[in-house]
């Protein structure tokens, strides 16, 4: 398929949808910066960033898709490289991100995958952290796609799994069911400890360390809804 008939690039072909891309994050970042001003943040965990960062060694951090928001809140002016997508959305969620002090990496699980993972390879040797929506970018939700555990292997960098839940929010009707802290929510986050990923570099160890990844997560979001005030 050649890059016009791309429906992943077929955006850039209209004067409207450029402009759009453009326009969008001067809208929503001071949106964002207000609402995230308002959160209470509850972490547990936070140790394991300092280890890391102290050993040298930047962190693959992992989370599910419908935690961006509030991820990218708590993490921001790190540095850290995100994959977003090559289409439209990815376009102008990359613009938002970079206002927070993130990277990003184009590409996909399902487009441009590859090349946004050889992109992150030569940022982490740089010093860069990298980080991964797990279940993105169209699902299914919560079943963790192989990308971050790849990267854990060619790298031998760490793993950070996190969780984020809050008080009260609203949650999206969509795929991964975004989650939207509302304004003066108590927002909690469990980060989990990093580790490399050490099973065998085939398909049948990279399901393994997928489905690690998974259980872990189930644990941290527990210990985020305690953090969060959801017992």
């Known amino acids: 398929m050649s890059p016009r008939s791309d429906p992943a690039t077929d955006w850039r072909a209209s004067r409207s949808r450029r402009l759009q891309a453009r326009a969008i994050p001067f809208f929503v970042t001071p949106v964002l910066r207000a609402l995230g001003a308002t959160y209470r943040w509850h972490a547990d965990g936070a140790e394991h960033m300092d280890a890391v960062a102290r050993s040298g060694h930047p962190p693959i951090m992992a989370f599910w898709h419908g935690r961006i928001l509030p991820a990218t809140l708590y993490f921001r002016d790190r540095g850290i490289v995100v994959v977003t997508s090559a289409n439209f959305d990815g376009e102008w969620i990359a613009a938002v991100i970079r206002r927070f002090g993130y990277g990003s990496a184009r590409g996909s699980s399902s487009r441009g995958g590859a090349r946004a993972l050889v992109e992150l390879r030569k940022l982490m040797a740089a010093g860069k952290g990298a980080a991964f929506t797990l279940d993105g970018p169209r699902g299914p939700a ?25 008080s009260s929010a609203w949650t999206a009707t969509s795929w991964d069911r975004t989650l939207v802290p509302k304004p003066g929510a108590t927002v909690g986050i469990a980060i989990g400890e990093p580790y490399v990923v050490t099973t065998a570099a085939d398909d049948a160890g990279r399901d393994a360390a997928c489905r690690d990844l998974e259980s872990r997560l189930v644990v941290l979001e527990g210990r985020a809804r305690i953090l969060a005030g959801r017992h």
């Not at 990308?147 to 996190?162: D, E, K, N, R, Y």
């Open 142 to 166: 919560r079943v963790a796609q192989p990308g971050a555990v790849f990267l854990s292997q060619v790298t031998g960098h760490p793993i950070v799994p996190f969780h984020i839940e809050a």
